[in-house]
């Protein structure tokens, strides 16, 4: 085995993502490589330092218990927060099927264009007017 | 939801709360923050159970939590997306080339443990580093993550775990280190 990247190997093999064969044959290496084998060890030591100091929070009781209380209260449904996150842009019409919601959009929409439409009409002097 | 999905969710899903709070507490870098980003992810845990099929769910609900995190972070802090502006160099990726190699670690043990000595320094330059890169940290290095599980949960690569992984490491040795250094000569 040759040393394509020490650094990268070391760091596969101490993170277990060598398959068995490939770390079979990296362990080989070790045994023939006293620069890897240093390398290696001196990262395990190092990352066995790091990894007992850095802090692993807990879920504080209060929190966990929060969260089952509201579980059985909300069921199936959305959280408050979550159902004002994820309010609907036509929240009267969240659950209408795909036709039935271009409909309503098109009803919707009916009487504000038609005032527009008006008010152009009312605003704005027709051509033919405007050259007699 | 029937009683039999709401006992296989407190079976399935509740016993990994602990992951999912110190997944979100790293990502917020606050315990209040946490709370909330736990309590809503587990809303939607809740929520989506139904679609969840199996399979790994301490996976499944880090990466709710990744995602209502993220969502949070943009909703109620803007600049948490981008690290903390209070030590410039450590979140810029450029900087993570300029880090110590790995051949000047130190050599034995004993040292390493001298380095180890203030947990609370180490947590703060965790926290310094940027959350795309925390998040691969903490999820591998607490949470033992696999590669293709991290991959799973922060939705890039795993090429882009390796590397972000590798860069948070030598970012947090070489901050360890300097912090280490800075110790040894305020004695």
């Known amino acids: 085995m040759k040393c394509p990247d020490p650094s990268l190997l070391v760091d596969l093999a101490l993170d277990d993502e060598l398959d068995t064969a490939r770390l079979a044959e990296f362990e080989r290496h070790l045994q023939s490589c006293p620069d890897c084998a240093v390398a290696y060890a001196r990262k395990k030591a190092l ?10 929070h807990r879920a504080p009781s209060t929190l966990v218990q929060r969260i089952c209380k509201a579980r059985k209260r909300f069921g199936n449904e959305a959280a408050p927060t979550i159902a004002r996150q994820e309010a609907p842009l036509f929240p009267r019409m969240g659950t209408l099927s795909g036709a ?12 504000p264009v038609t005032r527009c439409r008006a008010w152009l009409e009312a605003s704005v002097t027709p051509f033919s007017q405007s050259r007699s | 939801m029937d009683p039999e999905a709401k006992r296989s969710f407190e079976k399935i899903v509740l016993p990994h709360l602990d992951a999912a709070y110190n997944f979100a507490r790293h990502l ?12 809503e992810a587990s809303f939607r845990a809740f929520r989506f159970f139904g ?6 769910a301490r ?45 000047r670690l130190p050599d034995d043990p004993e040292t390493i443990l001298l380095l180890a ?10 926290d310094r580093l940027s959350p795309e890169y925390r998040e691969v940290f903490v999820l591998r290095e ?17 090429g882009t775990v390796m590397s972000r992984l590798a860069r948070a490491r030598r970012q947090v040795q070489k901050q360890w280190r300097r ?9």
Not at chain 1, 47 to 56: E, F, V
Not at chain 2, 51 to 56: D, E, P
Not at chain 2, 75 to 94: C, F, N, Q, V, W
């Open chain 2, 142 to 158: 607490i949470e033992e993550f696999s590669y293709a599980e991290i991959a799973e949960v922060a939705s890039v690569p795993i």
């Open chain 2, 59 to 103: 996976t499944w609900l880090l990466t709710i939590v990744h995602n209502t995190a993220y969502s949070w972070m943009a909703r109620h802090r803007r600049i948490a997306l981008h690290g903390s502006t209070k030590d410039a160099g450590i979140e810029r990726p450029l900087e993570a080339f300029y880090a110590v190699p790995w051949e």
């Open chain 1, 47 to 56: 990352k066995g330092a790091l990894c007992a100091q850095l802090p692993r």
């Open chain 1, 100 to 111: 039935e919601f271009l409909h309503r959009l098109a009803a919707t929409c009916k009487a």
């Open chain 2, 51 to 56: 679609g969840f099929r199996g399979g790994n």
């Open chain 2, 117 to 126: 000595e203030s947990e609370e320094a180490l947590a703060k330059i965790v």
């Open chain 2, 28 to 39: 917020t870098s606050n315990a209040d923050d946490a709370a909330d980003v736990l309590q």
């Open chain 2, 179 to 187: 912090q280490a250094e800075l110790e040894g000569g305020a004695r």
